[in-house]
């Protein structure tokens, strides 16, 4: 089924219908109960959920398959965010024009950095790649600041041309009519699930992303990379030119980043040069690895449980805390909420950073080993079950 084995078509199916179903799987509890301060079913996180899952996708593809660690990847994030701002100014409202000159601006800049990086291997070549990203910020943030708006941030207004739509003629971004911040909110019971426009375009693009990476993972040219990572040296001396393939994997993985970057100015048309700091890609190399480098569903799962840390944990402050240990006598209360204080609100980092080490040291392969794990520890009980019965498995 679309050109993949049944295990890769059973993972597509899972994958769609957990996105499909967001808005119900994410809002367990009901919107009045002390417990409503863990529902994620709202349109803007979920948008980031998949379009930084899109962002982690194609990180994978270049870290996952050939090992190569880039610390610049957020130089394409925050150029996919301009070229899909400036096109939204001059051209139309519509989001498709914005998010293809985002994919390929990002593409064409990802040549050039890829083309000088790969010249180097190892530590060297994440410096390269960081050493770009921090000179894109600099200049986004202040050599550029006519193309850019500097530190305030490039936004759309009224006055802009916008030669298909004319001036004024819209003022949101859109797809073909539907604006992306519509949104109908289904009532059941104490229960409120809010479905958006913008977060099922941005679904229904991460699934093909997803698709798009599976087939690359299984390609004669997924295998190459993996060649790559497994002993590039070797391959090296069999005289097989090895740089194509991997400024390949660059350029697509930068295409990604931009489609990501593309995508948060569709739903939030403002790009700014914050999206372009070392931070921003340090937090997807964080996200890769702690979802399990090198598997398909990984990043996903990494930027969805850092994304769910950042918007949720964040905004848990010493009142919600209050309300939470308020069954307790007054002194016990007040010493609940200072031990736990350090770790939620402003100090939300500091839990996902003790989850990122636990995660490293117990379990290498990231969350995809958690679950593994865990579907081997419910293999096994039904055999146990038997032996205790007195059957016998039939020898394999």
């Excluded at 078509?9 to 967001?22: N, Y």
């Excluded at 913008?198 to 093909?208: E, K, N, P, Q, T």
């Excluded at 991997?246 to 948060?264: D, E, K, R």
């Excluded at 848990?316 to 309300?323: E, G, K, T």
Aim: overall charge neutral; glycine content about 12%.
């Amino acid at each position: 089924m679309f050109g993949l084995n049944t295990k890769d078509t059973t993972l597509l199916l899972i994958v769609a219908m957990l996105t499909m179903f967001a808005p119900f799987i994410l809002n367990p509890f009901p919107a009045d109960s002390a417990m409503a301060q863990f529902n994620a079913g709202y349109p803007d996180l979920m948008q980031r959920f998949v379009i930084f899952g899109i962002f982690a996708i194609g990180f994978n593809i270049l870290f996952g398959l050939t090992g190569y660690l880039s610390f610049g990847h957020a130089a394409f994030l925050g150029v996919g965010s301009y070229s899909a701002v400036w096109m939204m100014k001059l051209l139309t409202m519509n989001v498709i024009p914005a998010i293809a000159l985002s994919v390929i601006v990002a593409g064409l800049f990802s040549v050039v950095i890829g083309y000088v990086s790969l010249r180097r291997s190892g530590i060297y070549f994440s410096i390269l790649t960081l050493a770009f990203a921090q000179m894109s910020f600099n200049l986004a943030y202040s050599v550029l600041t006519p193309i850019t708006n500097g530190e305030t941030g490039l936004q759309i207004s009224l006055s802009d041309p916008r030669i298909l739509d004319g001036a004024g003629a819209a003022r949101y971004p859109n797809l073909f009519g539907a604006e992306m911040n519509d949104a109908t909110t289904l009532f059941l019971g104490g229960w409120s699930f809010t479905f958006s426009v913008g977060y099922y375009v941005c679904a229904v693009i991460m699934l093909l992303c997803f698709y798009l990476s599976v087939r690359i993972f299984r390609s004669p040219f997924g295998m190459m990379l993996r060649a790559v990572k497994s002993n590039q040296q070797r391959m090296n001396y069999t005289g097989l030119n090895t740089k194509p393939y991997t400024l390949a994997a660059f350029v697509i993985s930068g295409m990604y980043a931009g489609l990501a970057g593309g995508l948060l100015a569709a739903m939030d048309p403002l790009a700014g040069a914050e999206r372009m700091q070392w931070t921003a890609s340090g937090e997807v190399v964080l996200m890769t690895i702690l979802g399990g480098a090198g598997t398909l569903i990984g990043p996903v799962l990494g930027a969805g449980f850092i994304k769910y840390f950042e918007n949720i944990f964040s905004k848990i402050n010493d009142s919600v805390l209050h309300s939470w240990f308020s069954f307790m006598p007054d002194g016990i209360e007040d010493l609940m909420v200072t031990l736990v204080h350090p770790f939620v609100g402003k100090g939300w980092s500091l839990t996902l950073g003790i989850m990122f080490m636990l995660v490293v040291t117990f379990l290498p392969g990231g969350l995809v080993e958690g679950g593994q794990r865990i579907g081997r520890l419910l293999r096994r009980k039904p055999a146990k079950d038997d032996s205790a019965s007195g059957k016998t498995e039939p020898a394999e």
